[in-house]
Nanobody, 122 residues
Framework: VQLQASGGGLVQAGGSLRLSCAAS????????MAWFRQAPGKEREFVAA????????YYGDSVKGRFTISRDNAKNTAYLQMNSLKPEDTAVYFC????????????????WGQGTQVTVSS
């Protein structure tokens, strides 16, 4: 599985961005797609994850109520809609995928895309 993330950029606090993660290769019905982020000097942080049929989603505490993860299986693409952005959301955002149960630990994800930078100005 190859993952390609896009959609990052510079936005003012309170604004919105939508990230996309296009997947190629074997995408089966037991796949989980997720977003993580990493700010300079900090550990990689779980943001959100979603199962294949979108029946289950899971969010990190810091983004609950502001971010929404979704996926379009016809396009093999996952999205992260980010609203009410804060300066502390500034980070490189990575998409990831795994097969099996919904998880939030980065070490359990086998496939990673390159990061896309999100910068939120105050």
């Amino acid at each position: 599985v190859q993952l390609q993330a896009s959609g990052g950029g510079l936005v003012q606090a309170g604004g919105s961005l939508r990230l996309s993660c296009a997947a190629s290769g074997r995408i089966s019905t037991d796949s989980v797609m997720a977003w993580f982020r990493q700010a300079p000097g900090k550990e990689r942080e779980f943001v959100a994850a979603i199962t294949y049929y979108s029946s289950s989603t899971y969010y990190g505490d810091s983004v609950k109520g502001r971010f929404t993860i979704s996926r379009d299986n016809a396009k093999n693409t996952a999205y992260l809609q980010m609203n009410s952005l804060k300066p502390e959301d500034t980070a490189v955002y990575f998409c990831a995928a795994r097969y099996g149960a919904l998880q939030s630990e980065a070490r359990l994800f086998n496939y990673w895309g390159q990061g896309t930078q999100v910068t939120v100005s105050s």
